[in-house]
């Protein structure tokens, strides 16, 4: 640590850590109480003399809801200026002050003293006052705490990011009394919410909006929810477009060879080869899978088919136009003028994700040229 370092502890009552800021002592004695009171330290922030501030944390809490208090603490250190951090309010306040002074001494007390003593007075339980409402209370705490760390950074869904590891489910939401939907947090850190659905288990959420109903807390802060959506609509997108490349798709025009007339005309005398929509298909694996009966099929061999497969004789299913497309072989020189038509996209690549690299330059392939080439 440097010489320039500040330290604070910041547990239960994380807003203690500013009062320290603003009454930061000479570096020596800074370094000093670093030292002394490193154990219980929550959050250090560290110059290295590099005049960027580093943020350290350290696991201690005695608070329910730990880390959320923790990253505003940092938020509220770091977008300061190095360590000039206006924090008069916190100064001031002689409640915060009070047991900034006293920090040792109240947890003693709150934690073991008045948990045993309350039962012994009252009921002649002193043991079991200090073991259930002192130790295990505790001891469920702190798991409960330290779950934010590791549990919703390791189980659940990703619905906001997958950037980085935290995640969203409930069963972390109830152990760590609502920070399971951590995946939102960590995204939207200024939002005093985890949980953004009415029904999903966030009582810290409940909490803070009750205070601020009785006037207990104001200027709460939601992230704004036109880009809350835009970052499921991505994580969504993400999922489906891996769904996508599972799939088989039909070959691109771009990817096939062009064929003159005279050489389709030739070719299908060879092959079952039938035009559709300027595409040339080669149906011989279908011919007798057809559910109009082969006939159909082999009455339009070497012709132009469009007409009829998009109605004519019957208006195909979109499965169909689906199926047809993966039979495609070549494309017809000078067979395909409208190359967005409906009739050439099959249905299932209207809606197509495709990465933002892969919109700039859709015709950047020299398969389509004036050249004749020979059927797949
Ligand atoms: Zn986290």
């Known amino acids: ?26 570096p020596q004695i800074v370094v000093r109480k670093v030292r002394q009171e490193k154990r219980r330290a929550m959050l250090v922030i560290e110059s290295a003399g590099t005049g960027t501030p580093r943020l350290l944390t350290h696991p201690n809490t005695f608070g329910a809801f730990p880390e959320r208090a923790r990253d505003n603490n940092i938020r509220e250190l770091a977008k300061k200026h190095e360590f000039v951090a206006d ?40 043991r079991g006052g200090y073991v259930y409402a002192g130790v295990l209370r ?6 409960s705490t330290f779950c934010v760390n590791s549990l919703a950074h390791w189980l659940g869904e990703t619905p906001f990011d997958d950037k980085h590891t935290p995640r969203d489910h409930f069963a972390t939401a ?8 951590h995946n939102f ?28 109903k009785v006037g207990l807390a104001s200027h709460l802060k939601t992230f704004p929810e036109n880009e809350v959506r835009k970052g499921q609509l991505t994580m969504q997108l993400k999922k489906l477009k891996e769904t996508q490349e599972r799939l088989a798709w039909p070959n691109d025009s771009n990817d096939l060879p062009v064929i003159s007339w005279e050489s389709f005309q030739e070719q299908a005398q060879k092959r079952p080869l039938i035009l559709i929509s300027g595409f040339i298909h080669d149906v011989s694996s279908f011919i007798d899978e057809h559910p109009g009966g082969p006939h ?12 009829a497969f998009f109605g004519g004789v019957y ?10 497309a993966m039979k495609r072989v070549g494309v017809l ?37 004036d050249g004749e080439g020979l059927l797949g």
């Not at 604070?8 to 000479?26: C, F, G, N, W």
């Not at 505790?138 to 798991?143: D, G, I, K, M």
């Not at 109830?174 to 939907?181: A, N, P, R």
């Not at 159909?296 to 007409?307: E, F, N, P, R, S």
């Open 185 to 212: 947090h960590h995204q939207f850190p200024m939002d005093y919410r985890n949980a953004i659905k009415w029904y999903q288990y966030d009582p810290t959420k409940w909490f803070i909006w009750a205070c601020k």
């Open 1 to 26: 640590m440097s010489p320039m370092d500040v330290q604070t502890r910041s547990a239960e009552m994380p807003v203690m850590l500013s009062s320290q800021v603003k009454t930061m002592p000479d």
């Open 87 to 126: 924090i008069s309010d916190l100064s001031k306040n002689p409640v915060v002050r009070w047991q900034h002074k006293h920090y040792i001494q109240l947890i003693l007390l709150c934690s073991f003293v008045i948990p045993t003593v309350i039962p012994w007075l009252l009921w002649n339980d002193a």
């Open 138 to 143: 505790l001891c469920f705490v702190h798991h």
């Open 333 to 369: 020189h000078g067979g395909m003028p409208h190359g967005l038509d409906d009739k050439v996209v099959p249905p299932s690549q209207r809606l197509k994700i495709a990465r933002y690299t892969e919109l700039s330059s859709p015709y950047n392939s020299s398969a389509m040229s």
């Open 315 to 324: 208006d195909h299913s979109n499965a169909a136009h689906n199926l047809l």
């Open 296 to 307: 159909l099929l082999v009455k339009m061999i070497g012709k132009d088919a469009t007409t």
């Open 174 to 181: 109830l152990v760590t009394i609502g920070e399971g939907y």
